[in-house]
Each structure stands twice: as structure tokens, then as C-alpha cells.
């Protein structure tokens, strides 16, 4: 079946880029996103990318898709130790962007002062 | 309210007796979701409502699981004869319309002792 896998932590010191992956099995996915979940707080959207798109920048973030392998990442330039959170990556399920998506099982990002 | 609301935030129950989970999603908004985060198991997709149209109800994870939106608005998720594996944060989330750009709530945790 469909899954999606990331790396589960990653620490960077403060001001660095943080470069998180995520891979994912679903080629008929249309959408992909990037969730973050703050310690106690629900999930909140940072962006998403269509899936006929290469890479997407939106401030600091960017993020790049490469189709063929199956790989997305996020990258935070300049990280802040506001970033400190947990990151999901996420497809829609299917060719549908219903809402109904499949959550990898998120990367803690830890920024160090 | 602002935001997704749910309520109770935290519940505590023996196993065998019945819960119920309320959500109050963003005023407007018509599609309304329910996701299930479990230690280990990332996040997963319970049931989604659009509309009048009939749930999705293909996430349900067995028959003791029901789900219910009144009048386009309020949803209740329901676990009848919990378990211990019914342990986890249940996340409710709403969106303009159909689609992954999702706000969720923060949340209620459900122990099962």
C-alpha cells in the first residue's frame, strides 16, 4: 500500500540550512505537503507543491520534488530555534486531493543556540 | 471561534466503557476530518465529511468507531467498548473545501486505562 517515510530526527545549530527528506510510494499523488506540530499544538500547513512542479520557494522554505525517485524535501534556510518542532511530509491519496492524505511519521528538528 | 476547537482535551477511561469526541471546525469551512496520531504509528485518516455527501468512513479502524457532523457544522467521533490500543491523540480538521490544505484543531488524547 501506500506509505511515506522520513527520517525521524534531526539536529542543525542556529542560523544553519536544515534539509529534511521524505520519500514516498504513491506515483499518482497530486499534491504533496509539509505540516508542522509545535510541542502541544496541532498540525499547521507551511506549503505544498503540485506535482507537476520541480520546487517551490516560499520565504525561507524551499522545497524539491524529484518525481522519479519518489523524493521530497523541505529546506529552512537560516534556521531559527523557533523552528524546533516536529515535520510531517504528506500525499494526497491518490490522483484526488480529498483531503484524505497519507502522513509519514515526522521529523523532529532540533535547533541548537 | 478562530480556529478548530475541540473538546475534551485530555479524557481518561477504563477500558470497555464508551467516548465520545467533539469537534467544532472553522465556521465556513465544509469539509470537516478526523485523524488519529498514535505513538509509533505517525498519523492516520479516520473519516472525512463533505457537504451532505456520504462520509468516507474508509479509515475507520473496525466497527466499534462511528462518526457523525450535524447540520453541516459540529462532529462527534465516537468509540464504543474502548481499548487500550484506542489510546491516542484523536485530531479533528477542516478545510474551505476539499482538499489537503487542512487546519486542524490541537487536539484530544484519550487514555485507555
Known amino acids: 500500500g501506500e506509505d511515506v517515510e522520513q527520517s525521524l530526527f534531526l539536529s542543525v545549530r542556529e542560523g544553519d540550512s536544515s534539509v529534511i527528506n521524505c520519500t514516498y510510494t504513491d506515483s499518482s499523488s497530486t499534491y504533496l505537503y509539509w505540516y508542522k506540530q509545535e510541542p502541544g499544538a496541532g498540525l499547521q500547513l507551511l506549503t505544498y507543491i503540485f506535482s507537476n512542479m520541480d520546487m517551490k520557494q516560499d520565504q525561507r522554505l524551499t522545497v524539491l520534488l524529484n518525481k522519479k525517485d519518489k523524493h521530497l524535501s523541505l529546506r529552512i534556510a537560516d534556521t531559527q530555534t523557533g523552528d524546533s518542532a516536529i515535520y510531517f511530509c504528506?500525499?494526497?491519496?491518490?490522483?484526488?486531493?480529498?483531503?484524505?492524505?497519507?502522513f509519514g511519521q515526522g521529523t523532529t528538528l532540533q535547533v541548537k543556540p | 471561534g478562530a480556529g478548530v476547537s475541540q473538546s475534551p482535551s485530555n479524557k481518561v477511561t477504563e477500558k470497555g466503557k464508551d467516548v465520545e469526541l467533539r469537534c467544532d471546525p472553522i465556521s465556513g469551512h465544509t469539509a470537516l476530518y478526523w485523524y488519529r496520531q498514535s505513538l509509533g504509528q505517525g498519523l492516520e485518516f479516520l473519516i472525512y465529511f463533505q457537504g451532505n455527501s456520504a462520509p468516507d468512513k474508509s479509515g475507520l479502524p473496525s466497527d466499534r468507531f462511528s462518526a457523525e457532523r450535524t447540520g453541516g457544522s459540529v462532529s462527534t467521533l465516537t468509540i464504543q467498548r474502548t481499548q487500550q490500543e484506542d489510546s491516542a491523540v484523536y485530531l479533528c480538521a477542516s478545510s474551505l473545501v476539499l482538499s489537503g490544505e487542512l487546519f486542524f484543531g490541537e487536539g484530544s488524547r484519550l487514555t485507555v486505562l
Open positions: 504528506a500525499e494526497s491519496n491518490g490522483s484526488s486531493n480529498t483531503g484524505k492524505l497519507i
